[in-house]
């Protein structure tokens, strides 16, 4: 079930009614169901590897307090099993396709299994979120669950079960355990999310996404015609996945839980380091507390923390999707995050504090986050070899006014994102400064949910594209 949707929207109101006429002692055995149905609505036996990752996990979590001295053991058949079906879903086809193709080169022609099956829906989140659940338990952050209910509800709570954001047991787990309540000024609050949400994903997201579509679909696209479609993505990506995560968070709190955000204004980041701690951000979280430090982080020397940040990298590329281009995009955030270290130490920090040169770091930033979606989109790897090396000077100037042309539509399309960034960094915390906020705040987010209401029906995209981050 898509959030986009009629379905969705008559299973949200359904919910919610039958939730909060219940008392709250039966709350969580509705919920689990409804998850349920939600997850497997449209492809049931998504249900069977998602049930595996539960139960397994449920007793090995148990196992890790009766039995502690088995605590590798009881790790190693959780990692295993989740990373196995992750792998047998995700990675398969890729691994004997690469394998397949070396044994040609090789001039072995060996017959090799593909196996033909879709990639079951959030099976990269909620295998993570499995997986950190275990680890936090080994650890002694979290008590091991002990009612299966409230576990399954964990992992599949169905407003985060798709897409993130991935939850840490100590934050939604206590959730789950403990009695939930609605007050307006939240319910108002998840009412502007959801709003918000969905006029970022059918009128952003999707207008611009027509662009882009359409310019990665040219076989031989000029230089300012790709770039167009570079920037047409820029602003799809974080549309969407910022929508998906608004919708998310809006949906649990008007079920009385309160979701992590996963979004702080990216496109402001000015270094590759603090994009990752705006964007995705409870993937970068996970990966650092799960990956990172275990592996040593940046205590075991400059060799060791390159090697490790390498490390996190190529398998945040490889999270994302079984294909070089990911591996790629893994190894190219790598790269950046080096060299901008290695900058760090060689440029005076005088100079690094020099009015105006903070902004210089976020447009350079920004410029290297677009290479990067290039890498990002363009999955034939010998087509991202020729887009790289497009020569601007080489362009007709039909082509340019066209770019510029539909550079302007997809700005306009992005404004509302612009409006949205300068109150929240900059409006807002004036009028907060100023004890305004507060008085104004119901009639404001009130108007301005309207606005974006009305805009849901007039400019909604003809055309509807899934959830981007569905195919992780």
């Not at 993570?128 to 002990?146: E, K, N, T, W």
């Not at 949400?197 to 027509?210: S, T």
């Not at 990067?372 to 100037?397: K, M, S, T, Y």
Request: charge should be positive; glycine fraction near 6%.
């Amino acid at each position: 079930m898509i959030f986009h949707s009629l379905d969705f929207l008559i299973f949200l109101i359904a919910v919610l009614a039958g939730y909060w006429c219940l008392p709250a002692r039966w709350q969580n055995w509705f919920l689990v169901p409804a998850s349920l149905v939600f997850y497997g609505w449209v492809k049931p036996w998504f249900l069977l590897p998602f049930a595996a990752t539960t139960v397994i996990d449920y007793f090995v979590a148990r196992g890790l307090e009766a039995a502690p001295a088995k605590k590798r053991t009881l790790i190693t058949i959780s990692v295993v099993s989740n990373l196995g079906l992750l792998g047998v879903f995700k990675y398969f086809n890729f691994f004997v396709a690469n394998v397949a193709a070396l044994l040609d080169a090789l001039h072995l022609h060996v017959p090799l299994p593909v196996l033909h099956v879709v990639l079951p829906a959030g099976i990269s989140f909620y295998t993570f979120q499995s997986i950190g659940y275990v680890v936090d338990v080994a650890r002694g952050h979290v008590r091991a669950c002990r009612s299966f209910r409230d576990y399954a509800l964990f992992v599949s709570f169905f407003p985060q079960l798709v897409a993130g954001p991935i939850q840490r047991a100590g934050h939604l787990l206590t959730q789950i355990q403990r009695p939930r309540s609605l007050t307006p000024a939240v319910a108002a609050d998840a009412f502007f999310l959801l709003v918000w949400g969905f006029f970022k994903k059918v009128v952003i997201a999707d207008n611009v996404a027509v662009t882009a579509n359409k310019v990665f679909a040219l076989q031989d696209p000029s230089f300012p015609i790709l770039w167009t479609g570079v920037l047409a993505f820029c602003i799809q990506i974080y549309a969407d996945f910022s929508a998906y995560t608004d919708i998310a968070r809006g949906s649990a709190r008007l079920l009385g839980f309160d979701l992590s955000p996963n979004f702080n204004h990216p496109y402001l980041a000015d270094s590759p380091s603090d994009f990752w701690k705006r964007w995705h951000i409870s993937l970068s979280a996970w990966i650092r507390d799960y990956i990172y430090i275990p592996l040593g982080g940046s205590r075991g020397g400059t060799a060791r923390t390159l090697l490790n940040l390498t490390i996190i990298f190529l398998l945040t590329g490889l999270w994302h999707g079984a294909s070089w281009n990911f591996v790629l995009w893994g190894l190219y955030y790598a790269v950046l995050t080096i060299l901008y270290r290695l900058a760090a130490h060689l440029v005076p920090a005088a100079l690094q504090t020099l009015p105006g040169v903070r902004a210089g770091k976020i447009l350079l930033m920004f410029a290297l986050t677009n290479l990067g979606w290039l890498i990002f989109r363009e999955q034939n790897v010998a087509q991202l070899w020729r887009d790289l090396c497009l020569d601007p000077h080489a362009a007709p100037p039909g082509d340019w006014h066209v770019a510029a042309y539909l550079t302007a539509t997809n700005a306009l399309y992005a404004l509302p994102l612009i409006l949205h960034l300068i109150w929240d960094t900059t409006l807002r915390p004036l009028l907060a400064r100023w004890n305004a906020w507060p008085p104004i705040a119901c009639w404001a987010s009130t108007a301005t949910a309207t606005i974006l209401f009305a805009g849901l029906l007039v400019l909604r995209s003809n055309t509807t594209q899934d959830f981007i981050y569905f195919a992780f």
